[in-house]
Nanobody, 126 residues
Framework: QLQLVESGGGLVQPGGSLRLSCAAS????????IVWFRQVPGKEREGVSC????????NYADFVKGRFTISRDNAKSTVYLQMNNLKPEDTAIYYC???????????????????WGQGTQVTVSS
């Protein structure tokens, strides 16, 4: 059974940092593009960042550029999202999603993704 498990969420003060992890089980992450999405109640799930299967391509939503960094360790079947200078508006449930593309591709279109984790809550508040 293919599973993605997010971890690393929590409560942090504005300006603080968190590192989220997305770990795969039941399959190897090597061939999969991974995207981080986030969602707050009443709003659409939005793409935050993506990384292609080889790590050669990354992309970030404008609202996190310069603050978040995505990376992957295929040997550990894990993708990370380092989040710095967090703001209250970053509060959301963060999900990772995976899809196997034929190319080393990085896109943040939600409907393309086949496998999803259960999410991890990030709360930024003083």
């Amino acid at each position: 059974q293919l599973q993605l498990v997010e971890s690393g969420g929590g409560l942090v003060q504005p300006g603080g940092s968190l590192r989220l992890s997305c770990a795969a089980s039941g399959f190897t992450l090597d061939y999969y593009t991974i995207v981080w999405f986030r969602q707050v109640p009443g709003k659409e799930r939005e793409g935050v960042s993506c990384i292609s299967r080889n790590g050669g391509s990354t992309n970030y939503a404008d609202f996190v550029k310069g603050r978040f960094t995505i990376s992957r360790d295929n040997a550990k079947s894990t993708v990370y999202l380092q989040m710095n200078n967090l703001k209250p508006e970053d509060t959301a449930i963060y999900y990772c999603a995976a899809r196997r593309f034929d190319q080393d591709l990085c896109v943040m279109t939600r409907r393309l993704y086949d496998y999803w984790g259960q999410g991890t809550q990030v709360t930024v508040s003083s």
